[in-house]
Structure formats: structure tokens, C-alpha cells
């Protein structure tokens, strides 16, 4: 993978992210509110959130090989990454989007 | 009497007991180790089973959800971390189990949970909730009583947080608890720990390891209970071996002595040795040992006695650790023992195998099995002497104690071949189970006169009248036989030695009975001599007789003569003849 410097590697690719959440945790809030924060800053526009409730859907945690909550899947652009934790750690959520080169 | 009928009503007098407060337990099926757990793992509580690589935890975590499933009808949840659920399907099924068919049916959920180092990366904060629920609803698909994680220190690998992890894994028992199943964990063995991870710390219910050890080349399996809270259990290491039907442990050690006895008799096959113990032959289910050098018809001895056995319409087992079967059966042929019919008609089983095959622990888990298999009336080692280079002295000590008391709990006669070697004495076995033994037959060679025969006697016959005296013990072509032996001023003699004696003997007879007739032939004539001077001493004795009847006449005839001489003086004399007359 070429490593970008700032940002815009990805600048014309859409991003389809999905993340897992089990009920409404201050970890879940706190994941989606990071989330939401993250993608205006870095892809306005061209990203789409799912936020699946395992909850309300277990059966996905199997299907999906979930098993920490809350687990951010980066869908598109491919490859698939797996991002768990509230993305509290902006740095290294970037990091595991692949939006920065790991340190 | 099978295992599988044996354990439910273990299983229903271990729940009698729960309802009186003791430990309700969870029969995990496995043949042996709910002997050892006295009911099986404790229900509704974690166990946790530790070991290295290889050491058979996913198996022993599989075999008790499949039994689990089908014995005793609670279902169960298998959460894999390492393996898929194609590939546990293919492991179980060389164990007879449809793991497939159990999920059909639903009595079996299994998760596969794949946990990639590399594609996780963590940012804060984060629980294993996904965990938790995907174990929730496996568990509510199939109502399951039963759950299996194997392994959760596949979990270490991929989460670098441990103090979240440590947390979550202490969340994950309590909740299994809350939800009353009967769980197992398995974990790999670390240094200096029962786990690498240090699993034991958060499931203090129930630890069992299990160990793979290789002495001197040989592997034998191993499992102990660690610890158990709230119940007794066996403390010891038992040996276990896995094959095509799963684990076997094996409780052996019921040293208490408390077997039944039989005052049955059954005939070890040759009628004068029969003979020799009362009449009647061994008691059944007691231990017989035979013993001797080499050459000394220890196996002709034993395979009469199964061929005994079989003829009464029993089932013998034969282990033969020195011959192959088609070797002991041609041998035998040639002393007159056919055992071709036996084995056909499956009452003979003859098992060769070396003692080196595998370790003694291993050996007596085959013999367990086998027993456990095929329920002879009677089994033979042949021999017992051989163990010793499978283990060490002790050891094989402790196998054949192991043995004998296994075979003598289920009332099976054991006989035991003992090859003595040369330097030992008679009285003692290579292998020391001298005192385990109920009945010691001692067979030995008398060397004499260039000769070499067997000798064979009783050494000790508990619990019934036996002879004391030594048999010559015959093997020919026809068969086996006993025959007395010279016992006379010039010792003990044997073979030649014997027949030469007995040829004496006869001669010495004859000879004897020749003097007597010719003595009383002399007898006859030395009688026809006296009689004969006897007549001639009467003839003379009638005739001093008759002379002297003839003088005494005379002198009669002479007085008479005088007196009638004197009377006639008198009248002459004109005497008072009157007064004489009135006198």
C-alpha cells in the first residue's frame, strides 16, 4: 500500500464503513460520535455509516466474526480492516483507516 | 456390562445426592474419568482442562459435548478459536460422531471465532460484548446445558490489551456461571503454570491436566484432577489413551480389596492337575501364575487352559506378547491342541503384540479396553515377564497390581505366564506379584542323567486343599500329561531315569516271587518228610505197643495160673473153705 502523506490517497474512493455496536453504551455513543467526527474531517461527502445493533442483531456478530464491541469495519475501500474501540485515539484510528502511515 | 449403561445410573445417583446438597455433577461419558470425578464434571460451573500441544483438550472438550448430546441429552455449545467447524466435523467423525447431523438436529451449536492479530488494531476503549453475545445465542439456539471454549488463550494473541481482557475473561466466567451451564475451557500448558495465560486464576471449580510424557522412547498419556472444590475425586495420575472411540481413562486403582469372591471351580484342562488342586482346578476369577524357565511348557500349561475355557462355552483372551497368533496356534497343534476352532467361532482371542509397542500405562489401557470389549471369562498374559523392558521395574509392578485387581473386580480368571530367568530363584518373580497371586504353579526343569524334564508343582493354592508333590510334567504329541515321579532311597528321578527304575523294579519283583515259590516248594517237600517219619515212628510206637499188651497178658495168665495152683494146696489141706467162702 503507498503511503499517503496527508490525507488524500483515497481522495476519489468511496468509503463504506460499518460499525458494530451492542445497545447504547457510552462505548458505542462515544465510537459513533469519533466516527462521524473522523469522516467529516477527512472524507466529506463520499463516505456512507452503517451502524449495526447486535442487539437487535445477533446473528451478524457470527457472521461478521465479531467478537470486541464496538468494531469498526472499513468495507470500501478494499481490503476489509477491522478498527475496535471506541476510535477515542484519534491518531491511531487514522492509523488502522489507513489514513496514516503506522509509526 | 457396557460403560454406557453403567454411567446413567451413576449420573441419576449423583443428582439423588445433589438433592441431599452435595455437588450436582455433569457425566462427561468419557470411559473412566467419571469413575475418577465420582459422578462427572461439577454442574453448572467452569472446568477448566490444561495441557501441552497435542495433549488430546480439544478432544476431551469435544467428547464431552458429543456425549454430553447424546447419553445424557444435554445439548451444547462449541466455541472453537482455532479450528472451523468443517475441521472439527472431519476430527470427530473418526470417532463415530455426526457432528454435522447433531447441528441439524440441533443439539450441537458450533461458533467459530476467527481472531486475526493483524487485522484487528485497537483505538481506546472496547469490551468483548460480540463474544458474550454470540455465546448467548448459541447457547439459547439449541438450549444448550453444555459449553466448550477452545481455546480462550487464542484471545492473548489478538487483544494487546490485557488488563481489558483479564476484566472481560472474569466477566465471561461469572456470566457462564449465571447461566448455569457446565463449561469447559481449555488452555495450553505454560511454564511453571497450569496455563500460559494463567486461566486457572478465574475458573477455580474444577482443573484437570492432561499430559503427553515419552520415557525412554515410549509416550504414554497422562490425566490428573488438579482440584476439584466441593467434591472428593482420585488424586492419582491415570493413564489415558485416545483411539477410534475416544478418550479412555482408566480408574485403576481400586485397591480396597473388596472384590467378590467365587467358590466356582473351573478346570485348568489337564485332569491330573485338576487333580492336584483338590480335584476341581482353579476357583474362578482368581489369579494363577505360572511360572518357570524357559522351555518348561508354560504356554503348552496356559493354552490348555484356554482351550478349557473355551470348551465350556466361555471367552478367553489370549495376550501373547512373545508370539504372533498363527505361531502360538501351530505350536499348539503339535502338542495336540487344535485352537483354529475357538478363534472361529470368536470364543478365542488371541492378541500379539510387543511389549514395547507402547508404554506399560498404555498396555494396560489396551488390556482395559479389550476386557471392556470382548468380556472374557478368562485372560492370559503371556507373559508378564516381558513388562519390565516397557517400564521400569516398579512400574510393571504397579500394572500387573493394576491389572490383577481390574480383572479380579469383574470376576475374570487371570493367568499369568511368568518366564523366570536364569541367575533368580524359584520362588520369586521377575515382576514382584508373587503375593498378589491366588494360585502359583511352579514348573522347572529336573536335570539328571543327561536329561533334561519338567517338573511341575503346586506352590501355593489359596483358599483349597492342594497337593504337595511334584508331577512329572509331560508334553507329547498328544498332549499334555502329568505323571507321578520316583520318589525312593535313591531320590527324585525324572524321564529315563524314571522308566529305568520302574524296569528295576519289576525285575527286583519277579525275582522275589521266584524265591517264594521255591521256598515253598522246599516247604512242601521238608513237610512230605516229616509226615513221612512221623508214620514210620506210630508203626514203631503200635509195635512197642502190642508187645507190651502181649507181656501184661502173660503175667495176667501166669497169676491167674498161681492162684488157682494155691487154692487147690488148700483143699489139700482140708482148710475151713466155708469160712472162706462167707467171707
Known amino acids: ?103 | 456390562m457396557g460403560k454406557p449403561e453403567a454411567l446413567p445410573s451413576r449420573a441419576k445417583a449423583q443428582r439423588g445426592e445433589a438433592q441431599r446438597g452435595a455437588l450436582p455433577k455433569a457425566p462427561t461419558g468419557i470411559s473412566g474419568l467419571d469413575e475418577i470425578t465420582l459422578g462427572g464434571l461439577p454442574c453448572g460451573r467452569p472446568t477448566l482442562v490444561c495441557g501441552a500441544a497435542g495433549c488430546g483438550k480439544t478432544l476431551f472438550a469435544m467428547e464431552f459435548l458429543l456425549r454430553g448430546a447424546e447419553q445424557y441429552g444435554e445439548t451444547g455449545v462449541f466455541m472453537a478459536f482455532e479450528e472451523t467447524e468443517q475441521d472439527l466435523a472431519k476430527n470427530v467423525r473418526s470417532l463415530g460422531f455426526d457432528l454435522d447431523k447433531l447441528i441439524a438436529d440441533r443439539k450441537i451449536a458450533v461458533d467459530y471465532v476467527r481472531i486475526e492479530p493483524a487485522e484487528i488494531h485497537e483505538t481506546g476503549e472496547y469490551d468483548l460484548e460480540g463474544l458474550f453475545l454470540r455465546l448467548g445465542m448459541a447457547i439459547e439456539a439449541v438450549g444448550a446445558k453444555r459449553v466448550v471454549l477452545d481455546t480462550l488463550e487464542a484471545l492473548f494473541g489478538g487483544f494487546s490489551n490485557q488488563a481489558l481482557l483479564r476484566a472481560e475473561l472474569r466477566r465471561l466466567f461469572r456470566w457462564l456461571k449465571d447461566k448455569g451451564v457446565t463449561a469447559v475451557i481449555t488452555g495450553e500448558r505454560g511454564e511453571g503454570t497450569l496455563t500460559r495465560q494463567g486461566l486457572e486464576e478465574y475458573v477455580s471449580d474444577c482443573v484437570i491436566l492432561l499430559d503427553h510424557r515419552v520415557t525412554e522412547q515410549v509416550s504414554t498419556r497422562r490425566l490428573r484432577i488438579v482440584k476439584y472444590r466441593g467434591s472428593t475425586h482420585g488424586t492419582n495420575e491415570y493413564p489415558f489413551l485416545i483411539d477410534e472411540s475416544g478418550i479412555h481413562v482408566l480408574p485403576l486403582t481400586s485397591l480396597r480389596l473388596n472384590h467378590a469372591v467365587s467358590t466356582e471351580r473351573i478346570s485348568t484342562g489337564v485332569p491330573r492337575l485338576d487333580g492336584m488342586l483338590g480335584g476341581e482346578g482353579y476357583y474362578r476369577g482368581s489369579s494363577v501364575l505360572i511360572s518357570g524357565t524357559s522351555g518348561t511348557g508354560k504356554t503348552s500349561l496356559a493354552a490348555y487352559f484356554a482351550n478349557a475355557t473355551c470348551a465350556r462355552g466361555e471367552r478367553c483372551l489370549y495376550l501373547a506378547f512373545e508370539e504372533s497368533p498363527a505361531q502360538l496356534v501351530r505350536n499348539m497343534k503339535s502338542i495336540g491342541l487344535d485352537l483354529n476352532p475357538w478363534i472361529k467361532k470368536g470364543l478365542l482371542r488371541v492378541e500379539a503384540s510387543r511389549p514395547t509397542l507402547h508404554g506399560i500405562e498404555m498396555h494396560l489401557a489396551v488390556i482395559h479396553k479389550m476386557v471392556n470389549e470382548f468380556e472374557p471369562q478368562v485372560v492370559v498374559i503371556d507373559p508378564i515377564s516381558n513388562f519390565s523392558s516397557a517400564g521400569s521395574g516398579s512400574e510393571a509392578e504397579a500394572m500387573l497390581v493394576r491389572l490383577i485387581d481390574f480383572l479380579k473386580s469383574r470376576q475374570v480368571t487371570a493367568m499369568l505366564v511368568n518366564l523366570t530367568s536364569g541367575g533368580n530363584t524359584w520362588e520369586r518373580t521377575d515382576v514382584g506379584v508373587s503375593s498378589l497371586i491366588d494360585t502359583w504353579i511352579l514348573l522347572r526343569d529336573i536335570e539328571l542323567a543327561g536329561e533334561r524334564n519338567r517338573g511341575l508343582y503346586v506352590l501355593k493354592s489359596r483358599g483349597m486343599k492342594h497337593s504337595n508333590q511334584i508331577r512329572e510334567f509331560l508334553i507329547t504329541s498328544e498332549g499334555v500329561s502329568l505323571e507321578d515321579v520316583y520318589v525312593g532311597p535313591e531320590g527324585v528321578l525324572t524321564g529315563s531315569m524314571r522308566a529305568a527304575q520302574e524296569d528295576r523294579e519289576k525285575a527286583a519283583a519277579l525275582l522275589r516271587t521266584q524265591e517264594i515259590e521255591h521256598k515253598q516248594r522246599d516247604l512242601a517237600r521238608k513237610r512230605a518228610a516229616l509226615e513221612a517219619q512221623i508214620a514210620a515212628l506210630r508203626t514203631e510206637f503200635e509195635a512197642v505197643e502190642d508187645e507190651s499188651k502181649r507181656v501184661s497178658e502173660q503175667d495176667r495168665t501166669r497169676e491167674q495160673q498161681l492162684s488157682n495152683d494155691r487154692s487147690a494146696a488148700a483143699l489139700g489141706r482140708g482148710a475151713d473153705a466155708a469160712k472162706r467162702n462167707r467171707k
Open chain 1, 1 to 103: 500500500m503507498n503511503t499517503p502523506k496527508n490525507g488524500s490517497p483515497h481522495d476519489a474512493e468511496k468509503w463504506e464503513l460499518r460499525l458494530y455496536t451492542a445497545g447504547q453504551t457510552p462505548k458505542s455513543l462515544a465510537a459513533i460520535k469519533n466516527l462521524k467526527r473522523v469522516c467529516e474531517e477527512h472524507f466529506a461527502g463520499r463516505y456512507q455509516i452503517e451502524i449495526v445493533d447486535l442487539l437487535k442483531n445477533p446473528r451478524l456478530a457470527k457472521d461478521d466474526q465479531i467478537v470486541a464491541i464496538p468494531t469498526l469495519v472499513r468495507k470500501l475501500p478494499e481490503p476489509v480492516r477491522k478498527i475496535i474501540g471506541d476510535l477515542s485515539d484519534t491518531e491511531r484510528t487514522l492509523v488502522g483507516l489507513q489514513l496514516r502511515p503506522q509509526s
